[in-house]
């Protein structure tokens, strides 16, 4: 069942993800060579908790910690940890979520770390281009498989492929509600988006053949092929003019400025 959120609703929300925000601008100061993934998570942990949020990655299904930390071939789902050590020419996504007096916020961001290959920027613009086409389209009336459309195409574009197992979902009070968004698919099928619908989209790009596997730690996810992966997200509302993003950090804002509605 699809929850249709009231303008209050959609107000906390906005709250939640001007939070969420606020972290990822800080992490990004800290994502650099020598840092560890578990000292980020230390770190937006802390700061959530700072600015009255619960990070709600934290005990999902006993994930250990408060932010996804994947790195390179890791698409999604990376453990924090104190032994992996971020080095020159990583790309790392932080996927990450919080709740703000009731309500979720939820996004994810590929770094890079340091200086990185030109085939890795390539990827990390293929994957941030796949969600801003996706909310290009995103309007009252239009059918949830032509944002998947979107993100598929693109990718495919750029000779990417998209992860099949995975993709987005409706969010609110819960942070994986009704509808699942694929990463790819024809335009004009699945429900049809409405004001007052709130959904996380984030494309999944793997550089190479788009297989996974498990990783034996029962969370993190691999590209088989062992070529670099990539994660971009962001929470939308629809809106009578289209969508809005509630996730709003520095990246976002970026982007925006170029986005035509």
Avoid at 29 to 37: C, L, Q
Avoid at 100 to 115: E, L
Avoid at 136 to 162: F, M, N
Wanted: glycine content about 12%; hydrophobic content about 35%.
């Amino acid at each position: 069942m699809i929850i249709i959120k009231s303008d209050f609703e959609i107000k906390k929300m906005q709250e939640a993800g001007a939070l969420l925000g606020e972290v990822f601008d800080l992490l990004a100061k800290d994502i650099k060579p020598g840092v560890t993934t578990a000292a980020l998570d230390k770190l937006a942990e802390k700061y959530l908790h700072q600015r009255g949020c619960v990070p709600s990655f934290k005990g999902y299904g006993d994930f250990p910690g408060s932010i996804c930390a994947s790195v390179n071939e890791c698409l999604i789902h990376g453990i924090p940890s104190k032994k992996k050590v971020l080095k020159e020419g990583d790309i790392i996504s932080i996927d990450m979520g919080n709740i703000y007096h009731g309500y979720q916020g939820d996004a994810a961001r590929t770094f890079a770390v340091g200086n990185i290959s030109p085939e890795a920027q390539r990827l990390i613009e293929c994957t941030e281009k796949c969600f801003y086409e996706a909310f290009k389209v995103a309007k009252p009336g239009v059918h949830l498989s032509d944002l998947s459309y979107q993100i598929s195409r693109v990718a495919a574009e750029y000779g990417y492929t998209t992860t099949k197992e995975y993709g987005g979902h409706g969010i609110g009070r819960e942070m994986h509600e009704d509808p699942f968004i694929y990463n790819y698919g024809t335009p004009g099928h699945g429900p049809l988006l409405r004001k007052g619908m709130c959904i996380a989209v984030e494309p999944m790009i793997h550089q190479g053949a788009e297989d996974i596997t498990q990783l034996d730690d029962g969370w993190g996810v691999v590209s088989s092929d062992g070529k670099l992966t990539c994660h971009y997200e962001n929470t939308i509302y629809i809106d009578d003019e289209g969508a809005k993003i509630t996730t709003i950090d520095k990246n976002v804002k970026g982007h925006i400025l170029n986005v035509e509605r």
